[in-house]
């Protein structure tokens, strides 16, 4: 096909087989990419289309298109739609018996199969990809390919392997496609997979119709929270994202005094995690309370509500898991709850699943190239903790440290820079926890923060109107009271200082505390004094109603680079300086609140408010 007939006959199968009159945005131009024979890696949010853009193409190209996926239930999914189109798609799984696959291989090499889905551990068996070979494919579309790289909320062993064997099935094109990929993630994408000049889209992040709000709340206040945003029915379907298994199942319990709700979790038989899924996609479930097992592939378009009990371990998760709301395009909410201790929590999971450095070297030390050793006896001899040294070996395999033979015995590998390797993973997941944590306290609209945060190269950078920042009268959990007088009387403090040093790139968060609140002699002390964490209380509700701005700096000390907050006067925050009417007013949330929507009142017999520089669109948390 000559690249000049593509766009006529793209829109020819677009309407024909899909019975689309028009592609969605972006889509276009990716197919037309992939037809020509480009490499390519598309970043496009859930519930963007991103399926359309190795399938229409792998229809414009004569021969079958090899479809590399992560989930056997994505397979089926994908399979059992592009079937229904009449198309031959299979699958080969460890789901399905020898039979059937052996069929789906005959056909394959016969060509008669439109398209051919299979996980990425089905090409190390030996003789399979050589059987792939002998009848190349015509496109190659690798599925949530952020499993690819060592900087991907889900790292997979087996994804980092297809860098090495791709080149047997080429000269196809290959097309990577994730929904969720910073700039850092994309270029290792890039280079695993040897995509080398090819082309990269990164598009649609914003999605227009979900209004984030982020609350803090303590763990024990969550639950009832839940249970009251879901007793409304305009907030069904939902999924509610737990961090444990164990407290998936206890939520799913309670919710179920308000109607039909089941946990999922890796803990449960397939058997099962396939019935509750089935049920919610057809609607007999209105509710799950789910681990991040859940969701990877799953196509609901009106969940109404998404709702995390405690903070993501990433951005990254983070916004694919939200990204399963209003997929019908119809206005959703997702709600993060969030504490301090939650970060303990990401903490220990962390330690779990990354061991020290030095536990591995002590395991490193003792192989050789030579010879293998036995994994048990060498663990009791180390006197290594079974868990820990299974953790241990999967990721010195990752990382090249460790290899087996025949027998599963353990031999050094072949990277000697592994351990540079391991460690630069495992602090990097440890910053994204840093990175989800900044997001819960951030200052700006929270669907511009997730658009800059995957860099999308055609976003307007307008603000979303939706969420708990932008409109904060549309918060369906967050109650809001006024800012009491001692609050304004330092909310003025603060304002006055940034007037008195008043520079043009600002001042340091801690210097600033340092000038309104600590001991010194030429500030009058605040009585009673204010604590460092409600002086950042403080500042993150000025920001929002834009008195002030907050944005990251940077300093090197003993080789290290040391990031803090700057922050500025905005021309409001001067205008309210100057009116020195005594108050600033400013909306506070209530912390422990019962969750039903209010608007902001003064309380009977409060009195009135003096009218000073009021923001109402604004609140603190």
């Not at 051919?116 to 050589?130: D, Q």
């Not at 979900?210 to 639950?223: C, H, M, Q, T």
């Not at 820079?417 to 391991?422: A, N």
């Not at 511009?448 to 409109?471: E, I, K, P, R, Y």
Request: proline share 5%; charged share 25%.
């Amino acid at each position: 096909m000559l690249p000049s007939e593509s766009p006529s006959i793209l829109r020819s199968i677009l309407k024909s087989t899909f019975g689309f009159d028009s592609f969605r945005p972006y889509q276009e131009e990716v197919c037309e990419a992939a037809v020509s024979g480009k490499d390519l890696l598309l970043v496009m949010p859930t519930g963007a289309g991103k399926s359309l853009c190795y399938q229409l193409p792998g229809l414009a190209r004569p021969g079958t298109t090899l479809v590399i996926s992560p989930l056997i239930a994505l397979m089926e999914d994908q399979a059992i739609r592009l079937q229904k189109l009449g198309l031959k798609a299979e699958r080969i799984h460890a789901g399905r018996d020898r039979a059937a696959s052996r069929q789906v291989c005959i056909d394959y090499l016969s060509g008669r199969l439109d398209f051919l889905f299979i996980a990425p551990e089905r090409l190390a068996v030996p003789g399979f990809i050589e059987m792939l070979a002998k009848r190349k494919p015509s496109l190659i579309a690798i599925d949530e390919a952020h499993c690819i790289s060592q900087w991907g909320h889900d790292f997979r062993p087996e994804y980092r392997m297809l860098g090495q064997r791709l080149p047997m099935l080429r000269p196809a094109p290959v097309i990577a496609l994730t929904a969720t990929a910073t700039a850092k993630v994309q270029d290792d994408i890039v280079t695993q997979l040897g995509l080398g000049e090819g082309l990269r889209f990164i598009h649609g992040f914003r999605r227009s119709n979900i209004g984030i709000e982020v609350v803090e709340l303590n763990p024990s206040e969550r639950a009832p929270a839940v249970l009251e945003l879901l007793k409304n029915p305009a907030h069904l379907p939902a999924i509610v994202y737990a961090p444990t298994r164990k407290e998936a199942e206890d939520l799913a319990t309670q919710l179920k005094k308000i109607g039909p709700c089941s946990a999922y979790h890796a803990g449960l038989t397939p058997e099962s995690r396939e019935t509750i899924q089935a049920s919610f996609l057809d609607g007999k479930l209105n509710m799950i309370v789910a681990t991040i097992a859940f969701g990877m592939g799953i196509d609901k378009s009106d969940v109404r509500m998404v709702i995390h009990t405690a903070l993501p371990a990433s951005v990254e998760g983070y916004y694919q898991e939200i990204g399963r709301a209003g997929r019908d395009g119809k206005n959703s909410r997702a709600v993060l709850m969030h504490a301090y201790v939650d970060r303990r929590t990401h903490e220990w999971f962390h330690t779990r699943d990354y061991p020290e450095p030095v536990t591995l070297k002590r395991i490193y030390a003792e192989l050789s190239q030579g010879s293998a050793l036995v994994a048990d006896p060498l663990r009791a001899r180390l006197k290594i903790e079974p868990d820990v040294f299974e953790k241990a070996l999967m990721k010195m395999r990752v990382h090249g440290a460790v290899t087996t033979d025949m027998q599963g015995d353990l031999m050094r590998g072949t990277n000697p820079d592994w351990i540079k390797s391991y460690t630069s993973q495992r602090d990097h997941k440890l910053a994204q926890l840093s990175l989800i944590a900044k997001y819960a306290e951030s200052s700006g609209c929270r669907m511009l923060h997730l658009v800059n945060h995957f860099g999308d190269q055609t976003d307007s950078a307008a603000t979303c109107g939706l969420c708990d920042v932008c409109a904060p009268e549309l918060s369906v959990l967050q109650l809001h009271r006024e800012a009491n007088p001692q609050e304004q009387k330092s909310i003025l403090r603060i304002l006055s200082v940034l007037n008195h040093f008043d520079t043009q790139d600002g001042m340091g968060t801690g210097r600033l505390f340092t000038e309104a609140f600590a001991e010194n002699p030429r500030v009058k002390r605040v009585d009673p004094p204010v604590e460092r964490k409600e002086y950042e209380h403080l500042l993150r509700g000025l920001a929002r109603a834009e008195m002030i701005t907050l944005k990251e700096d940077a300093f090197e000390k003993d080789g290290k680079c040391i990031t803090y907050q700057r922050a500025a006067l905005t021309a409001a925050g001067r205008k309210a300086v100057k009116a020195e009417q005594g108050s600033i007013t400013l909306a506070f949330p209530k912390k422990g609140a019962t969750p039903v929507r209010k608007r902001r009142k003064s309380a009977k017999g409060g009195g009135k408010t003096k009218k000073t520089s009021t923001v109402k669109s604004s609140f603190f948390r």
